[in-house]
């Protein structure tokens, strides 16, 4: 199985209502990082988090980590239509190799 | 920022022909470059580790003469997909690390993505 499983695997909200989404994974990591991808198109690096960091914040984005529970949070405020995405958490252990989780839904409905 | 490039950007190309897919380092040099496949709907999955000047490392159950890579210089790596079949089609992505000035950890900057249809 992936190291990275995210919940919920889809998630449909209004616009200005914000969404949270969370990762789990396995073994001991150098930090977690989160990715936006619009559909079919790239990756955008959203926010990283070291393993020795417990909150982090990017303008509407909050991310946690809890090493002990092996687990992170993506909190997106007040959200809009245009942050409608696939959302990603990846982690990376040893020779910056990503281990990608499989990825929130998110509609935000204007 | 660091931008990476891909080209093509879509392919379709028949089944037993060979697809040669570029990932370029646009505004930095990149000794690693990484190759992903995304079936739709679905996670990355890493396929393997692109080292300038050397072998590339793939990853288990990844056939390395399937996909062919080579990374001749330190802002081009090119994946090959040689004898392509139908079930070769998904959506290939590379990315490339770099440490910006601005940060204090390299990250791993995404191509934009090839989308291969094998029919």
């Known amino acids: 199985s992936q190291q990275g499983e995210e919940d919920p695997q889809a998630l449909s909200i209004q616009e200005g209502e914000n969404a949270t989404m969370n990762c789990s994974y396995k073994t001991s990591i150098n930090n977690l990082q989160w990715y936006r991808q619009n559909s079919g198109r790239g990756l955008v690096h959203l926010i990283l988090?070291?393993?020795?960091?417990r909150e982090k914040h990017s303008g509407r984005l909050r991310v946690t980590l809890d090493t002990s529970k092996k687990s992170s949070s993506l909190l997106i405020t007040a959200s809009r239509a245009a942050d409608t995405a696939s959302y990603f958490c990846?982690?990376?252990?040893?020779?910056?190799?990503?281990?990608f989780g499989g990825g929130t839904r998110v509609l935000v409905k204007p | 920022g660091a931008v990476v490039s891909q080209h093509p950007s879509r392919v379709i190309c028949k089944s037993g022909t060979s697809v040669k897919i570029e990932c370029r380092s646009l505004?930095?040099?990149?000794?690693?470059m990484f190759w992903y496949r995304q079936f739709p709907k679905k996670s990355l999955m890493l396929m393997a580790t692109s080292n300038e000047g050397s072998k590339a490392t793939y990853e288990q159950g990844v056939e390395k003469d399937k996909f062919l890579i080579n990374h001749a210089s330190l802002t081009l790596s090119t994946l090959t997909v040689t004898s392509a079949h139908p079930e070769d089609s998904s959506f290939y992505i590379c990315?490339?690390?770099?440490?910006?000035?601005?940060?204090?950890?390299?990250?791993?900057?995404f191509g934009p993505g090839t989308r291969l249809l094998v029919l």
């Open positions: 990846a982690t990376e252990a040893a020779g910056n190799k990503l281990t």
């Open positions: 990315s490339a690390n770099a440490l910006l000035a601005t940060e204090i950890q390299e990250t791993q900057y």
């Open positions: 988090i070291r393993s020795n960091e």
């Open positions: 505004d930095f040099q990149a000794t690693t």
